[in-house]
């Protein structure tokens, strides 16, 4: 089929079905799935072989896997180690057996039985953090368990590669093929042992050196270039060339993508990295789930019904039921546990992988793993309808107990209460102000030299560009109170003050202003208060001037409070008439003129040698003078 | 066109012909540099903020920076026929903004001297919180003056201005009141305030 049928077909059903999913209460998976098995070659055949878009979808994983990296410190990931090595590795290993023993007991040999174990004890990536992420859950203590799990198992898939070859009991096809995706058959793999264990261990250094040493300058080299698209270019080349140096070892790209992310994590380029990439996710994830659903094989369904509803049935409930217990004994409360168990209660994408690669070593029949394979995709499908299920079912048990609140303090660097665009000379004092009062603020600036400077000052600042609203949306603008704009571009800050009005009613938005123009300009388009950049500081060298001047330094400061207090009322005054370019001007110069001749009287009231200034006593000097003349007088008389 | 549709029109332009101003009602001038750590001069002007007749003046709110516009202060003390000054007592005296207020606003010409008569037949009444129990305020007691004697300098300003001074309202022992004792405090104020409207000055004789 052509290309461009082909795009039409897929973005067709994606933009048909997906929104009548959300719409039933179904989430966005569901909907990609759904319009799958629509349009795969076992219902209407509009597409038909599809390994080619399956790997390419699979990147839609990789790049789900650098995000999270990207929100994970290597800190959290350390307080992370007791949910993955613990719970993920206990989770492995327990549902491998209980799943090898259920088969055994189906009358599988215990190495076949044991393969399937492995296989089956993998989970789906993208379905869990997709459905998690809907749900508003991944950044609580059950998201953050069952990524601990996910990360675990996209590491078990090394050694299971490794040992299940050794469980073959049947004699391989001559050429089993299609091994190469999760890295079954990598470039190394002809090396002795000790050389391909030397390399995973350089790959993992390129990775890691590579991303705190070489990606920083070249990202800093290309945002000087200020070309919005060869950064997100150069984002998306990270990401590939680290899921290809995976590969290349036979590591899994997703763990790698997973990784680069971590090391980029403390890096200024985060926000802009992730808001860059982020459409890449939701697409190539979507395209993910509709050759998953796909691949659904319906005639194997409508063949063996019972068998395929048998084994998906049983491969859902013992998993939760190991996921279950595993998560008690961990201490998780009985809701957070069920929750867990759910979300990972299917087959995953790893599966589909190690089930061809265990065909291929003779591990498992074409004909077992053709139905494992379809189980484990209609197990897929049917995740977020157990999630919707298990919602219903937690929603009775404990409809009186409140909900709980989602944890978030560890993933984020804070839910802030001021976002900065700007972090110059204007926005870096207004910042120090605020967080020396305790306020925390997230900073975005797109000088990558000013962040340069600022970072080895210790400050924390993301590059980005502010204008942008799915960056400011990552920055936490929805949760945040004020948004203070200081960007060094006149049009752009008119710009953002608008659109951020716009999009947010009631967010408290302050803006710099160049001069009484932009001010205006800015407080039509809505910001709620102004700042004229220069105003303030020229009205202190002005005040300093009149005490170098020879002014007492009270007097000098009255002096510019005066002045203060006229130009903002002239300012207020001439607001109404602002855009009217004749009305305007005259009625600048009427004020002009009045603001002269206030001035003038004021300057008569402070004039030099008159010490007093506002405290003028003139006429009661005269009066008292008067006083005593007339007292003296009466003294006089009285002689 | 119906002669129902009428330009909305300032309610003070009722009043052209009059010579003077309309003077009415009672500006209430709250001088605390740290309102939001007070609870008993919270309680006291919210108390009497939203009575009718009441223009509430927070002076330390108006001028951070204690730049005073002395015209826009001069027209409100002439537009209103009371003049209440509410404040903790700092010192022995007021707070700095108040007294600057009064320093700078207050002027020869305008409030007192032969051609100054602009709050003549005003009333002044002083407000004023203590940290210290009453008894502390007395000749046997730490502070060996009462409130009164030091309430004198403002009480002596009414004299000069012409003005009536009225008995002051006192919540001693601010400090140590509970919510119960000052909301009852806080009534009482409301009441005395809106005394000042309607009833005759304390003294009439006054000055």
């Known amino acids: 089929m052509p290309f461009l049928l082909q795009a039409l077909v897929y973005l067709g059903a994606a933009v048909i079905s997906v929104p009548i999913a959300k719409r039933l209460g179904l989430g966005s998976v569901l909907g990609y799935l759904i319009a799958g ?35 994970v410190q290597p800190s959290t990931l350390w307080d992370m180690r007791k949910a993955i090595f613990g719970f993920g590795g206990a989770q492995v290993v327990g549902t491998s057996l209980a799943i090898a023993g259920v088969s055994m007991l189906l009358g599988l040999p215990w190495q076949t039985a044991l393969a399937v174990g492995m296989v089956l004890a993998m989970s789906s990536t993208a379905i869990v953090l997709q459905t998690l992420d809907e749900k508003g859950l991944r950044q609580g203590p059950v998201g953050r368990a069952a990524f601990g799990i996910l990360l675990l198992q996209d ?52 990775v890691v050196g590579g991303g705190r040493y070489l990606v920083r300058p070249i990202f800093r080299f290309i945002a000087e270039a200020r070309l919005r698209e060869i950064f997100t270019a150069a984002a998306l080349l990270i990401v590939v060339g680290v899921a290809s140096i995976m590969q290349t070892v036979g590591l899994s790209p997703a763990l790698g993508a997973f990784l680069a992310g971590v090391v980029l994590a403390e890096s200024e380029f985060r926000r802009e990295l992730e808001t860059d990439i982020e459409p890449f996710r939701g697409l190539l994830l979507g395209l993910f789930f509709i050759t998953v659903g796909a691949g659904i094989d319906l005639k194997l369904v409508a063949a063996q019904p019972l068998v395929l509803i048998g084994l998906v049935l049983g491969l859902m409930i013992l998993k939760f039921g190991v996921l279950f217990g595993i998560a008690r004994l961990f201490g998780a409360p009985a809701r957070g546990a069920a929750a ?28 077992l793993a053709a139905l494992l394979t379809a189980a484990v995709a209609v197990s897929m499908a049917l995740t977020p309808v157990a999630m919707i299920l298990y919602e219903r079912i937690a929603q009775m048990f404990d409809a009186a107990i409140p909900k709980q609140i989602p944890d978030t303090g560890a993933f984020e660097d804070g839910e802030p209460d001021i976002i900065i665009a700007g972090f110059g000379r204007f926005g870096q004092i207004t910042g120090r102000l605020l967080t020396a009062n305790g306020f925390r603020s997230t900073v975005l600036d797109s000088d990558i030299e000013q962040i340069d400077l600022l970072r080895r000052f210790g400050r924390r600042v993301h590059y980005g560009d502010a204008t942008r609203m799915d960056l400011l949306r990552a920055a936490g603008i929805e949760r945040a109170r004020m948004l203070i704009v200081a960007l060094d571009d006149r049009e752009k800050t008119v710009e953002l003050v608008e659109t951020a009005r716009k999009a947010f009613p009631d967010l408290v938005i ?99 040698g008159d010490a007093t200034g506002a405290w003028d006593t003139a006429s009661l000097d005269e009066e008292l003078k008067e006083r005593a003349e007339r007292e003296a007088a009466k003294r006089e008389a009285a002689k | 066109m119906t002669d129902q549709v009428q330009p909305k029109t300032d309610p003070s332009d009722a009043t052209t012909g009059l010579v ?145 001074w009225e008995t002051p309202f006192v919540v001693h022992g601010a400090a140590t009141k509970d919510d119960e004792e000052l909301k009852a405090e806080a009534l009482r104020y409301r009441a005395r305030i809106g005394s000042l409207m309607t009833a005759p000055a304390d003294a009439e004789l006054g000055a």
Not at chain 1, 176 to 190: D, P, R
Not at chain 1, 533 to 544: I, P, R, Y
Not at chain 2, 40 to 64: C, I, M, Q, S, W
Not at chain 2, 140 to 164: I, K, S
């Open chain 1, 340 to 367: 867990v168990a759910t979300a990972l209660a299917q087959g995953g994408e790893f599966a589909f992988v190690l089930l061809s690669f265990t065909v291929g070593a003779g591990v498992i029949g074409a004909t």
């Open chain 1, 510 to 608: 302050l803006a710099r202003a160049w001069d009484r123009r932009h001010a205006y300009d800015l407080l039509a388009n809505g910001a709620d208060a102004v700042e004229r950049e220069t105003f303030e500081a020229a009205l202190a060298l002005g005040t300093t001037a009149l005490q170098k001047l020879g002014y007492r330094a009270h007097r000098a400061h009255r002096a510019g409070a005066i002045f203060r207090r006229h130009d903002r009322k002239s300012f207020e005054d001439l607001r109404p008439v602002w855009g009217q370019e004749e009305a305007y001007i005259l009625a600048s110069r009427d004020a002009a003129q009045t603001m002269d001749k206030l001035l003038n009287a004021d300057l008569a009231r402070l004039r030099p």
């Open chain 1, 37 to 71: 098995v629509v349009i795969g070659p076992f219902a209407l055949s509009l597409v038909g072989e599809q390994t080619d878009i399956m790997k390419f979808a699979e990147f839609g994983v990789v790049i789900l896997l650098f995000l999270i990296g990207l929100e």
């Open chain 2, 20 to 164: 003077t101003p309309a003077t009415s009602g009672v500006l209430l001038a709250l001088a605390h540099p740290a309102l939001e750590r007070s609870r008993a001069n919270r309680a006291l002007a919210k108390a009497a903020k939203g009575l009718e007749g009441v223009t509430f003046h927070d002076l330390y709110e108006t001028y951070p920076d204690f730049a005073i516009d002395i015209e826009a202060e001069q027209e409100k003390l002439m537009a209103h026929d009371v003049i209440a000054v509410q404040f903790p007592l700092y010192w022995y005296s007021t707070p700095a903004l108040l007294k600057e207020w009064f320093d700078l606003v207050w002027l020869h010409g305008f409030a007192y001297g032969l051609d100054g008569n602009a709050m003549a037949g005003k009333r002044l009444f002083a407000a004023c919180t203590t940290g210290g129990a009453a008894k502390a305020y007395h000749a046997h007691g730490y502070n060996r003056f009462t409130l009164d004697e030091y309430l004198r300098p403002l009480e002596q300003t009414a004299y000069l201005c012409g003005m009536v």
């Open chain 1, 155 to 206: 590491l078990a898939v090394i050694p299971m590669f490794a040992l299940l070859p050794t469980l073959a009991t049947i004699a391989p096809p001559v050429h089993a093929g299609a091994v190469e995706t999760h890295g079954g058959a990598s470039l190394i793999a002809h090396l002795p042992p000790w050389a391909q264990g030397l390399s995973v261990l350089a790959a993992v250094g390129v």
